[in-house]
């Protein structure tokens, strides 16, 4: 089963192009089914059956000794990487039968976006410290204006090299990112984002550079190596406490607000899909949701005949 979950994942990252982030959850996932089939006597994907299979949507849900319930997102996705796995073990020849075929994933609840109102956004931006700061405050509102500025993921900010944004006192206005597939795209980037990383381009990372062996990462932490996602998070949290803003901000707050913002302002639902990177607009249109949901309270609010 090894062999089969291997080369399934193989076969992901070269033929689908699959995220590392999306490879690193579906390798978790799939080491918990083979560990399940194990503990059920099952040393093979041919001998497992479609009760094998719904059991350990069961068991994703109620959790056992080792593992909490998965809420029903996270059960979908080791679900859907099960299934891939028994259509990739059939084509392969390892199985004669797909036993996850009929078996459907949890549906997830659909959970609207939580977007910051624009005082408390620039509340969070402020709280990274003075624009005479250190080398690690600038660094800090460098990455948290490019974040609200662009729409970027974390992991698309810390992926960035310097090339990727505008050299200071440059025409150009764009920042190259990187997002799922490894797919790029181009983001212009607004005028506080973009000094705030001209400030640290000059006056912070050659300073926090001394101290590495020389990396093209733009973000650097303060051993001069790249920062790292989980050293993202750690520094937009940091500013979230300080802004008295703890509970309301997570990785992908920013990326809301961003969104959120650009439609509440009149984009079209198409530009704002381009700039956040999302193959559908499906996807993206769970931010108008949002909009409409402020639409309404605005109209409740202010109409002399929306109440009686």
Do not use: C
């Amino acid at each position: 089963m090894e062999a089969a979950v291997r080369g399934y994942l193989d076969h992901l990252a070269v033929e689908r192009n699959l995220a590392r982030n999306t490879l690193t959850a579906y390798r978790r996932d799939l080491g918990r089914y083979v560990a399940f089939l194990r503990s059920r006597g099952i040393d093979g994907l041919a001998g497992v059956g479609e009760r094998d299979v719904g059991e350990f949507l069961a068991s994703l849900r109620a959790g056992d000794d080792e593992h909490p319930p998965l809420a029903a997102s996270s059960a979908a996705r080791a679900v859907v990487a099960v299934r891939g796995l028994h259509r990739f073990a059939v084509r392969d020849g390892r199985a004669g039968t797909d036993p996850a075929r009929d078996v459907r994933p949890p549906t997830p609840a659909r959970r609207l976006p939580k977007a910051l109102p624009l005082s408390e956004m620039e509340a969070l931006l402020d709280a990274t410290g003075p624009a005479d700061g250190g080398p690690l405050v600038l660094r800090d509102r460098a990455l948290l204006e490019l974040l609200y500025g662009t729409g970027a993921r974390i992991s698309e900010a810390v992926g960035l090299v310097v090339d990727d944004v505008p050299p200071p006192d440059g025409e150009r206005d764009t920042v190259v990112l990187t997002g799922k597939g490894d797919r790029s795209r181009l983001v212009p980037i607004g005028s506080y984002a973009r000094r705030a990383v001209d400030a640290y381009l000059v006056r912070a990372r050659p300073a926090l550079a001394t101290a590495g062996r020389g990396t093209p990462a733009l973000f650097l932490n303060a051993r001069g190596g790249g920062l790292t996602r989980q050293g993202a998070w750690g520094i937009l949290a940091a500013a979230a406490g300080r802004a008295g803003l703890g509970g309301k901000v997570s990785p992908h707050t920013l990326r809301h607000s961003f969104a959120t913002h650009l439609l509440d302002g009149g984009a079209d639902v198409r530009v704002v899909q381009e700039l956040l990177g999302h193959a559908s607009v499906a996807t993206t249109q769970i931010y108008t949701l949002v909009t409409a949901d402020r639409l309404r309270e605005a109209y409740a609010a202010a109409h002399p005949r929306a109440l009686g």
